[in-house]
């Protein structure tokens, strides 16, 4: 996959790039006004445990004392304390830092591309006309973070030479991930899979399994101070928060294929819907929370409802039980839900309120038309041993993770960028099939 252009002179090179750079501005630029306030989901709870922070806690007024926050790793709170109360910075400017990791993470990939002796033109265009990766990074959660933390990682894992150090990197890198999103807690171990699978016949056996133990032992060095934290005030020694949302999500996933969205949201916010009532889901709720010492009508689809560590932790174990049971009495419903995963990963259903209805359908194209590409230019990618198809794994992290959850795009953000490198490696494939006229889809064709 070694196609160049050569159509301009080293000026016109650089007027080309620098008019890449101002129209990503411009795109920076228009993901701040489509997210503007700039929080969403968990943003008030960051904001709040932040706040904490700076009072000498991490957690929550509760009764007569504190109760410390067990949902939530501390990585970005304590990031937005840093910025906020430590530095003086105003909300703005912490998202527009956020953009600028975003565009940082495009950066690391066009010089990477330009460095592999790949045209870097496709990519640009690609990143151009998909907006998703900037908006994501638009509001006061976690997704900017880490989308450069998943970027650097999967362009230092696909470095020729996996020395020593790149492998003490890569997993101080992904312990320092888990702090910020507990979902990347398995990364230390997809780098070691990726060590294992590329020394084994390379190298002694030995050698290739003390390889692999290095992004782990980085990992864990990272982590054992908040997990010594858990041990203390939670009696359980977790590099992740104690009270996992996972049985929450695996609930809600079982119910997303009969219960429409608007519903499911209304509940969440508390109020009762017709459809919900006749579904059956509002008994069983009621039924498990009564079972479990909650109000009968708190929703479940989020532990944060629930008031207090203790029942936080019995509300994800009673509900994953739950949900596990209608999963075995209905496989056949979760396995379509785990089907339509595959394309609600990427492509969301809802777009903020201030686009316009040609313009979300201009966006609904794209994501899903950049989507397919990606994933035939992974194929590529591995076809051709290319080295960037080890960044595959990286890539795909995110959406086997949640594949079995319930649906929610922004999983998938902080891949993004990753998504549009692969998709130029579909284009470049396309345009020299067409100039060889050789359209097979194989290592010759690629090389």
């Not at 890449?20 to 920076?28: D, L, P, R, S, T």
């Not at 990791?101 to 045209?119: G, T």
């Not at 933390?149 to 020593?164: N, P, Q, Y």
């Not at 080890?390 to 992290?397: E, N, P, R, V």
Request: contains cysteine; proline residues 6%.
């Amino acid at each position: 996959m070694a196609f160049r252009s050569d159509a301009l002179d080293g000026r016109g090179r650089a007027i080309a790039s620098w008019l890449f750079w101002a129209a990503i501005a411009g795109q920076v630029l228009f993901a701040l006004a489509v997210t503007r306030p700039w929080q969403t989901g968990d943003s008030p709870f960051y904001l709040s445990l932040a706040n904490a922070i700076d009072h000498g806690f991490y957690g929550w007024p509760h009764g007569a004392g504190i109760q410390p926050d067990a949902l939530r790793p501390p990585g970005y709170p304590i990031l937005l304390w840093l910025l906020l109360h430590r530095l003086h910075a105003n909300i703005a400017l912490v998202v527009l830092l956020q953009m600028g990791l975003y565009v940082a993470s495009i950066w690391l990939i066009d010089r990477r591309l330009a460095r592999e002796a790949l045209n870097v033109v496709p990519f640009r265009l690609l990143a151009l006309a998909y907006p998703f990766g900037a908006i994501y990074c638009g509001f006061v959660m976690t997704e900017a973070w880490a989308t450069l933390a998943l970027t650097s990682l999967a362009l230092l894992v696909s470095e020729e030479k996996l020395t020593s150090t790149r492998l003490l990197l890569a997993g101080l890198l992904a312990g320092v991930a888990s702090l910020f999103r507990a979902d990347l807690l398995l990364l230390p171990l997809v780098i070691a899979m990726i060590v294992v699978a590329r020394d084994w016949r390379s190298a002694a056996r030995r050698v290739a399994i003390g390889r692999a133990l290095l992004p782990l032992l980085a990992a864990v060095a990272v982590l054992t101070p908040y997990s010594l934290w858990n041990a203390r005030h939670f009696g359980r020694l977790s590099p992740i928060p104690v009270a996992s949302a996972v049985g929450n999500s695996l609930y809600l996933a079982t119910w997303q294929g009969r219960v429409p969205l608007a519903d499911l949201n209304a509940l969440d916010r508390g109020v009762m819907t017709q459809r919900v009532a006749d579904s059956g889901l509002a008994g069983e709720i009621e039924r498990i929370n009564r079972s479990i010492g909650a109000e009968p009508l708190t929703s479940p689809f989020n532990p944060a409802s629930y008031p207090g560590a203790a029942l936080q932790v019995r509300s994800s174990k009673a509900f994953g039980q739950a949900a596990r049971k209608r999963i075995y009495a209905n496989p056949l419903d979760y396995a379509r839900h785990v089907g339509r995963n595959l394309w609600a990963l990427w492509n969301t259903s809802a777009y903020p309120s201030g686009i316009p209805e040609i313009g979300r359908l201009a966006l609904m194209l794209v994501s899903g038309l950049v989507f397919l590409i990606g994933v035939i230019g992974l194929l590529i990618a591995v076809r051709s041993r290319h080295r960037l198809s080890a960044a595959g794994l990286i890539f795909l992290y995110p959406m086997i993770i949640h594949l079995p959850l319930h649906t929610e795009a922004r999983y998938t953000a902080a891949v993004r960028p990753l998504l549009l490198m692969f998709a130029s490696f579909a284009v470049l494939w396309l345009v020299k099939c067409y100039r060889q006229r050789q359209w097979q889809f194989g290592r010759e064709a690629v090389g």
